[in-house]
């Protein structure tokens, strides 16, 4: 409880309106989803262990079934990492799914008035006009928010 309460402090210092809970027993992801849904979350914002080895490429087991089962976005940091949105890289493939991701990274630079690298990596060279097709419809849509793009 210690720790909640430093963070409620922290943000409270930072101007930041901070609630608490706690959670006992139970499969922490699904009362961190279960939180989500009942607070009706924007974005669930959750750790990763710092690991060496093949095992740094993992994300864990509770961040991955947080991702698997969240009602909304999630963002997860890596240990000792810093969040800032100066520049925001996005990725994309023209999928339903990186065009999610598109506009996620639209609305973080909007609200933290960034900047959006955008990149499409296809596996051949036939793939390459779609590949800057891809590119071109982040431009047009960061654009269209008033935000920069850099090249």
């Known amino acids: 409880m210690r720790h909640l309460d430093s963070i409620r402090k922290k943000a409270l210092r930072e101007g930041v309106h901070c609630e608490t809970t706690f959670h006992r027993g139970g499969q922490a992801y699904r009362s961190i989803v279960n939180e989500a849904l009942e607070r009706k979350a924007d974005m669930i914002v959750i750790g990763r262990r710092g690991r060496k080895g093949l095992a740094k490429l993992l994300i864990g087991e ?9 009602p909304c976005k999630v963002l997860v940091v890596p240990k ?19 065009g999610a ?5 639209i609305e973080i630079a909007k609200c933290c008035s960034s900047s959006i690298v955008a990149v499409s990596v296809m596996s051949s060279d036939h793939e390459l006009e779609k590949a800057r097709s891809n590119v071109d419809k982040v431009v047009e849509l960061t654009r269209e928010e008033g935000l920069g793009l850099k090249p």
């Open 62 to 70: 509770v961040a991955a079934k947080v991702i698997g089962h969240a």
């Open 101 to 105: 991701a598109v506009s996620a990274a």
């Open 80 to 98: 000792a990492s810093q969040i800032r949105c100066k520049n925001i890289l996005v990725a994309t493939n023209g999928s339903e799914q990186s």
